[in-house]
């Protein structure tokens, strides 16, 4: 019997990139000359990729730009973002050893981010974690992107598990978990403008000591039970 799949989401569960998407979103905006955004602005706007993040600043600042405009915006977010890589990002406290934990008992893992894949894929090689990963699906990588349960079905193809488990901080997260029927975690230390405990995820953690291959199996085989 195979492992069931640990999939992460990355920005606010596996890695605290609030305040390099911060500077880099508000270089990005810089040249329109609205107000900078604020930390707290954040879990509001992370969670559906660069482009939502930024057009939701436009329209928090109530300022709208052409399309070739948002362009040149889109632009300079992305050369900022990933010429500052790793900056301040960091991997949440007792992540390493939970993924070592995980690992030991034969649980592969992946992520299923909304961050666009090449930045993705860029963040987790700079902090050293890639070969933890046996898939990595972002934002634009197929057509579709979470709260899409596609987006988490696709990464437990291609990662060829039968079972997974989804772990989160966004509704995006575990309203795609719950579609794709596989149980979802929340954690309570992401970006998140809806209360976690509102999320309806089958669990919650506020910290990545909880997170253990009994907690999975316990969660996998609960799902189990409530398939006709
Ligand atoms: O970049 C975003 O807006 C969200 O990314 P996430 O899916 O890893 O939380
Ligand atoms: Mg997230």
Request: hydrophobic letters at 45%; one cysteine or more.
């Amino acid at each position: 019997m195979t492992q069931p799949l640990v999939i992460f989401d990355l920005d606010g569960t596996l890695i605290h990139t609030a305040p390099d998407l911060m500077a880099s979103l508000n270089h990005a905006i810089e040249p329109v000359g609205v107000e900078p955004v604020h930390y707290d602005d954040m879990s509001f706007l992370v969670g559906r990729g660069a482009r939502v993040m930024i057009q939701r600043a436009l329209e928090m600042r109530e300022r709208s730009v052409t399309a070739e405009e948002f362009e040149t915006l889109f632009d300079r977010f992305l050369a900022f973002y990933a010429e500052s890589m790793p900056g301040q990002s960091a991997l949440y406290p007792g992540l390493d050893a939970a993924m070592s934990r995980l690992s030991d008992a034969g649980m592969p893992m992946a992520i299923c981010t909304n961050k666009l894949e090449h930045l993705a894929v860029r963040l987790i090689e700079r902090l050293g974690i890639t070969s933890s990963f046996v898939t990595i699906l972002g934002g634009d990588s197929i057509a579709v992107r979470k709260p899409d349960p596609e987006h988490i079905l696709e990464t437990i193809r291609r990662s060829g598990a039968e079972k997974a488990v989804m772990i989160g901080d966004s509704s995006n997260d575990i309203v795609a978990a719950r579609e794709a029927r596989v149980p979802s975690i929340a954690v309570t230390f992401g970006y998140t403008d809806i209360p976690v405990e509102q999320l309806g995820a089958d669990h919650i953690i506020d910290h990545f000591n909880l997170l253990t291959p009994e907690l999975i199996n316990t969660l996998v085989d609960a799902a189990d039970r409530k398939k006709p």
